[in-house]
């Protein structure tokens, strides 16, 4: 039995750090011609790659102890030297001290995420059989690297409020207005190929007749699963395609022995729903908060 306490936290809260950390790895050699800041300060790992990046905050804080005053100077600095609000993802099982402070600072909530668990050493799929339309991406084969990169992109610019390279699942099923081209320029497909050289990557598509409709990653390590950058294209959503990708990445990381997944979505969005009844539960509520740099 999975129990949803602060050790589960911690332990799924390093799984993003560490995600995070090897995001910053790769980033040299997969997209040479622009930058990614990175700030580690006290076990956690802060990042900003320019206005549109959609993974521009710090993780990890207050999971350990009590966090010092001088590690929130840092942070703030690191964003705030770049003219962006400093950003902390808020774990609610974080050390109390943490709330307090940044609350006597001036930190405002700005969203709320879902963070969802299941236990695959006891989870069972609700299907016979997996959709034979969802595969692996061939990491060898650039071609088939590319169209994923574009179909991920492709529905996260789809959605409002989320640039072609986010991270965030929760996107199937919403309907909204096309993003500028300006944000899918400026992102060019950067996270999207940096998700795909990470160690323990397996980039996952689904397609409808000949063309590619959805995509999502798996990522594994520790014990754990992680099912993030799921996008469907807009034409093809309401269809049950985000469905399709989790039983298959959910029975791909059992086969690999991985003893817990987790995914994370927007509260109340279609992915929250399908993750409920594919038998995810809730372990806890991220908070995102900033605070914009003094005038």
Not at 37 to 66: C, H, K, Q, W
Not at 153 to 163: A, K, R
Request: proline share 6%; glycine share 10%.
């Amino acid at each position: 039995m999975l129990l949803l306490d602060q050790e589960l936290a911690r332990r799924l809260e390093r799984d993003g750090m560490h995600g995070n950390s090897l995001i910053a790895e790769v980033w040299p050699r997969v997209n040479p011609s622009s930058t990614l800041d990175v700030l580690r300060v006290e076990g956690s790992i802060a990042l900003y790659g320019g206005t549109v990046f959609p993974i521009n905050e710090a993780v990890g804080l207050g999971m350990d102890a009590a966090v010092e005053d001088s590690v929130l100077d840092q942070i703030e600095a690191f964003y705030h030297q770049r003219g962006s609000d400093a950003v902390i993802r808020l774990c609610p099982l974080a050390h109390e001290s943490l709330l307090h402070k940044m609350g006597r600072r001036g930190y405002r909530i700005a969203e709320y995420a879902y963070r969802w668990v299941i236990d695959l050493t006891e989870w069972r799929s609700p299907f016979a059989e997996p959709d034979p339309r969802v595969r692996a991406v061939d990491l060898g084969d650039s071609h088939d690297v590319q169209v994923w990169c574009e179909t991920v992109s492709d529905g996260f610019c789809n959605v409002d409020g989320v640039g072609a390279g986010g991270a965030v699942d929760g996107v199937d099923g919403v309907e909204s207005p096309d993003a500028p081209d300006a944000v899918r320029a400026a992102t060019d497909l950067g996270l999207e190929r940096a998700f795909c050289a990470i160690p323990g990557a397996m980039p996952v598509l689904c397609t409808v007749g000949d063309e590619p409709a959805c995509a999502g990653m798996l990522a594994t390590g520790a014990g754990i699963a992680s099912l993030f950058a799921t996008s469907t294209r807009p034409r093809f959503r309401q269809r049950g395609l985000q469905t399709a990708l989790l039983d298959w990445r959910l029975r791909k990381a059992q086969e690999l022995g991985m003893e817990i997944a987790t995914i994370e979505t927007d509260p109340a969005s279609g992915s929250a729903r399908n993750a409920q009844r594919m038998g995810f539960a809730l372990a806890y509520v991220a908070t995102s908060m900033h605070l914009p740099p003094k005038p």
